[in-house]
Each structure stands twice: as structure tokens, then as C-alpha cells.
């Protein structure tokens, strides 16, 4: 089960009702945010919610092993993206968004520093995985400030419904939790 994590500036957290207001405006319905999603903007805050209070409060209280953070400031408790994770019998994958208002500040690459150190140090997983589209830079850019590494070796494609409706080629990168410090 996740825990709360604090970090310099933030707080990765369970889903706290009023969540759902600032992660609609800023990221689930922004075209923007969404553009390298694998789903649609959101039209309804209900829908945001939904997702909410699954992987980021079900999912906390039934001991599900895929999971979301809710990225919040630490002073204001304001929600500002997700961090999510999917665990795959000792390889886990994660996937990440934040709010377009909060993109820029490093908080994208605090908040997955701080999962990453949190699924060490609880012994969740030995191998996290991402990928992203091979023209999403800030994406890649946060995985490597992250210490991911590039994995040459395996090929993955996507579709983004937001850019088309054709399968664009990702990057994947890859981390051993055993050399994280």
C-alpha cells in the first residue's frame, strides 16, 4: 500500500475530495497536458473523480499494486498532477502528468525522484519502466533528470488520440532500483 510522501516542495498523497476541481482545469481536460496521453481530454469533472478516487484512493485502501499519487503542493495542499504505478511481478512501470500551469518548475522530476526513492527504499518492485512519445521532450527530459536510462533494445508504439489516430514509435526507459541512490 502507497504512504504519503513529502518532498522539498511537495506532497504525493492520496486523493482528497476537491482534488478533482484544480486536476480537471489543469490537466485531465487541458488539450494541452493530454496531447501524449492515451486517452481523450476529460469533458466532465465527474470523470476526473472517477479516476481519482480509483488509483489514487481505492487502490490505496484495498491493497491494489497499481496505484496513483496525487501530486499536491506542500503548503497548500493543491493538487497539480498524478503519478502513477503499475507493478508487474518485479518490474513496475510508471506514468506521470501534471497540470499545464505547474510544467517548468521541476516539480514533474521532484515528485518522481521522490516515488522512486519511496518504491526502494519499500523493496515494491527491482525494475521501473516508462515510456513516451519520441517527440514529447519534457517527458524524456524528466526521465532522464530522474536517472532513467534509454533502453535501445526494446521498441514500443503508442497512439495518442489527441495527435491522430496512427501508432507513433516511443521511447523506453528503464531504471534498476539497485543502482538508485
Given at each position: 500500500?502507497?504512504?504519503?510522501?513529502?518532498?522539498?516542495?511537495?506532497?504525493?498523497?492520496?486523493?482528497?475530495?476537491?482534488?478533482?476541481?484544480?486536476?480537471?482545469?489543469?490537466?485531465?481536460?487541458?488539450?494541452?497536458?493530454?496531447?501524449?496521453?492515451?486517452?481523450?481530454?476529460?469533458?466532465?469533472?465527474?470523470?476526473?473523480?472517477?479516476?481519482?478516487?480509483?488509483?489514487?484512493?481505492?487502490?490505496?485502501?484495498?491493497?491494489?499494486?497499481?496505484?496513483?499519487?496525487?501530486?499536491?503542493?506542500?503548503?497548500?495542499?493543491?493538487?497539480m498532477g498524478l503519478l502513477y504505478f503499475f507493478n508487474q511481478e518485479n518490474h513496475g512501470e510508471i506514468h506521470f502528468g501534471l497540470g499545464v500551469n505547474f510544467h517548468g518548475c521541476g516539480y514533474m522530476t521532484e515528485a518522481l525522484i521522490g516515488g522512486i526513492k519511496y518504491l526502494k527504499q519499500n523493496h515494491v518492485t527491482n525494475v521501473i519502466s516508462s515510456f513516451c512519445a519520441e517527440e514529447h521532450l519534457a517527458s524524456q527530459n524528466v526521465l532522464i533528470k530522474a536517472g532513467f536510462k534509454l533502453d535501445k533494445d526494446k521498441t514500443h508504439w503508442a497512439q495518442f488520440p489527441m495527435l491522430d489516430d496512427q501508432f507513433h514509435p516511443c521511447f523506453t526507459y528503464r531504471m534498476e532500483l539497485e543502482d538508485y541512490e
Amino acid at each position: 500500500m502507497p504512504n504519503r510522501i513529502e518532498t522539498e516542495r511537495l506532497c504525493l498523497r492520496k486523493y482528497q475530495l476537491g482534488d478533482e476541481i484544480s486536476l480537471f482545469d489543469t490537466y485531465f481536460s487541458n488539450i494541452e497536458a493530454t496531447r501524449y496521453l492515451q486517452r481523450l481530454p476529460h469533458v466532465t469533472i465527474q470523470q476526473t473523480k472517477n479516476v481519482l478516487e480509483k488509483w489514487a484512493d481505492h487502490c490505496w485502501s484495498t491493497h491494489n499494486p497499481d496505484f496513483a499519487w496525487v501530486i499536491s503542493d506542500k503548503n497548500t495542499q493543491l493538487a497539480m498532477g498524478l503519478l502513477y504505478f503499475f507493478n508487474q511481478e518485479n518490474h513496475g512501470e510508471i506514468h506521470f502528468g501534471l497540470g499545464v500551469n505547474f510544467h517548468g518548475c521541476g516539480y514533474m522530476t521532484e515528485a518522481l525522484i521522490g516515488g522512486i526513492k519511496y518504491l526502494k527504499q519499500n523493496h515494491v518492485t527491482n525494475v521501473i519502466s516508462s515510456f513516451c512519445a519520441e517527440e514529447h521532450l519534457a517527458s524524456q527530459n524528466v526521465l532522464i533528470k530522474a536517472g532513467f536510462k534509454l533502453d535501445k533494445d526494446k521498441t514500443h508504439w503508442a497512439q495518442f488520440p489527441m495527435l491522430d489516430d496512427q501508432f507513433h514509435p516511443c521511447f523506453t526507459y528503464r531504471m534498476e532500483l539497485e543502482d538508485y541512490e
